[in-house]
């Protein structure tokens, strides 16, 4: 098989590479490292099976290049982290909105099959929990800019699903819960690297709000093998896939496990969601998926507990 990756240096992007190269496919990797690093595909530069390219997806002669002649494009190049999106509003819905037009564009002139990455950012703050594929969004006013992400992955969706009825393109759509381990950094403002380097530090760990917000923290592996399983089925083609995990924690008590297994000093800091995003911010309490969909059909169950999680991005950061 030969798989095409758009932002495969990033978190996901990389750890998905690899389980491709396990899997014994070849692998070609676009990504612009604005958000993703050359640090976390470096290790694969040698393998036979492995080529990169360093551009932007909003080049559309580069990707119909790119993707001539591969059997799958999974589709993770995206602005991403709740910081950076609130901070790079626009460029972030040109990479979001555009750069996935552009994707399923190139993909459809050979009917090549996408695997879209999108969020469980899109449920919003919907509060009948959990989260079903087929359930109601619920989005705050267009003035908040946290919303723009949701939005313009929504939009991903849509087009996805438009490119599969109209044109026959075959796609999934995979939407992730709360992602997380070793590469995955706390600049774009994931809250659980900023945590482990913050006690490694010693610096105060900053709970934004009243640390009672909870998420369902899902390991890396867990996904990408969930995703290569979904894209080599004929089943989940033209469908939608909650993918994470149903173990669901408040932010102030993933701040002390934290704390206890780094044996840190660190103090706790609550700051308040306007001073660490922007004015009006909005969180939603809770955010857990209803996997009965991707349990049925792969089989899907997380494997990796919190605390391995954690293990494993504490190494990470000590290395
Ligand atoms: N968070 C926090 N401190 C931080 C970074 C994040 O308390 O330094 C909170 C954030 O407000 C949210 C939760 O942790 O309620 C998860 O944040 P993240 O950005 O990792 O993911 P998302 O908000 O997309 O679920």
Same mark, same amino acid.
């Given at each position: 098989?030969?798989? &095409?990756?758009?932002?495969?240096?990033?978190?996901?992007?990389?750890? &998905?590479?690899?389980?491709?190269?396990? /899997?014994?496919?070849?692998?070609?990797?676009?990504?612009?490292?604005?958000?993703?690093?050359?640090?976390?595909?470096?290790?694969?530069?040698?393998?036979?099976?492995?080529?990169? %390219?360093?551009?932007?997806?909003?080049?559309?002669?580069?990707?119909? /290049?790119?993707?001539?002649?591969?059997?799958?494009?999974?589709?993770?190049?995206?602005?991403?982290? =709740?910081?950076? !999106?609130?901070?790079?509003?626009?460029?972030?819905?040109?990479?979001?909105?555009?750069?996935?037009?552009?994707? &399923?564009? =190139?993909?459809?002139?050979?009917?090549?099959? !996408?695997?879209?990455?999108?969020?469980?950012?899109?449920?919003?703050?919907?509060?009948?929990?959990?989260?079903?594929?087929?359930?109601?969004?619920?989005?705050?006013?267009?003035?908040?800019?946290?919303?723009?992400?949701?939005?313009?992955?929504? @939009?991903? +969706?849509?087009?996805?699903?438009?490119?599969? /009825?109209?044109?026959?393109?075959?796609? =999934?759509? !995979? *939407?992730?819960?709360?992602?997380?381990?070793?590469?995955?950094?706390?600049?774009?403002?994931? =809250? @659980?690297?900023?945590?482990?380097?913050?006690?490694?530090?010693?610096?105060?760990?900053?709970?934004?709000?009243?640390g009672k917000q909870t998420r369902c923290f899902t390991a890396v592996a867990d996904v990408v093998r969930a995703v290569l399983?979904?894209?080599?089925?004929?089943?989940?083609?033209?469908?939608?896939?909650?993918?994470?995990?149903?173990?669901?924690?408040?932010?102030?008590?993933?701040?002390?496990?934290?704390?206890?297994? %780094?044996?840190?000093?660190?103090?706790?800091?609550?700051?308040?969601? +306007?001073?660490?995003?922007?004015?009006?911010?909005?969180?939603?309490? *809770?955010?857990?998926?209803?996997?009965?969909?991707?349990?049925? &059909? @792969?089989?899907?169950?997380?494997? !990796?507990?919190?605390?391995?999680?954690?293990?494993?991005?504490? /190494?990470?950061?000590?290395?």
């Open positions: 098989m030969r798989a &095409l990756v758009t932002g495969g240096a990033g978190f996901i992007g990389s750890h &998905l590479v690899e389980g491709l190269l396990k /899997r014994g496919a070849e692998v070609s990797v676009i990504d612009d490292l604005s958000t993703g690093s050359f640090d976390n595909i470096a290790h694969l530069e040698d393998h036979p099976g492995f080529q990169y %390219t360093i551009d932007t997806i909003l080049d559309e002669e580069v990707m119909a /290049r790119l993707a001539d002649g591969v059997d799958v494009i999974f589709h993770l190049a995206a602005a991403v982290g =709740v910081k950076y !999106v609130i901070e790079n509003m626009l460029k972030a819905l040109q990479i979001n909105i555009r750069g996935t037009e552009i994707v &399923l564009d =190139v993909a459809n002139r050979q009917k090549t099959k !996408v695997v879209l990455f999108s969020s469980s950012e899109v449920y919003g703050k919907a509060n009948s929990l959990p989260f079903h594929e087929e359930h109601d969004r619920l989005l705050g006013p267009t003035t908040i800019n946290r919303w723009s992400y949701a939005a313009a992955k929504a @939009i991903d +969706e849509i087009l996805a699903l438009a490119y599969h /009825r109209e044109k026959k393109l075959p796609m =999934v759509i !995979v *939407r992730c819960f709360n992602t997380c381990g070793p590469r995955q950094t706390g600049q774009y403002g994931m =809250v @659980i690297p900023r945590f482990v380097k913050q006690c490694l530090l010693g610096n105060p760990i900053t709970i934004y709000g009243d399983d979904l894209a080599e089925h004929d089943a989940a083609v033209g469908e939608i896939f909650n993918v994470g995990s149903e173990s669901e924690i408040a932010i102030e008590d993933l701040a002390g496990k934290i704390k206890k297994m %780094t044996g840190s000093s660190s103090t706790i800091d609550h700051i308040p969601y +306007e001073k660490a995003y922007e004015q009006g911010f909005q969180d939603m309490r *809770r955010r857990v998926p209803d996997l009965k969909k991707i349990r049925e &059909l @792969i089989k899907y169950r997380p494997e !990796v507990s919190l605390d391995e999680i954690l293990e494993s991005v504490i /190494r990470y950061f000590e290395a």
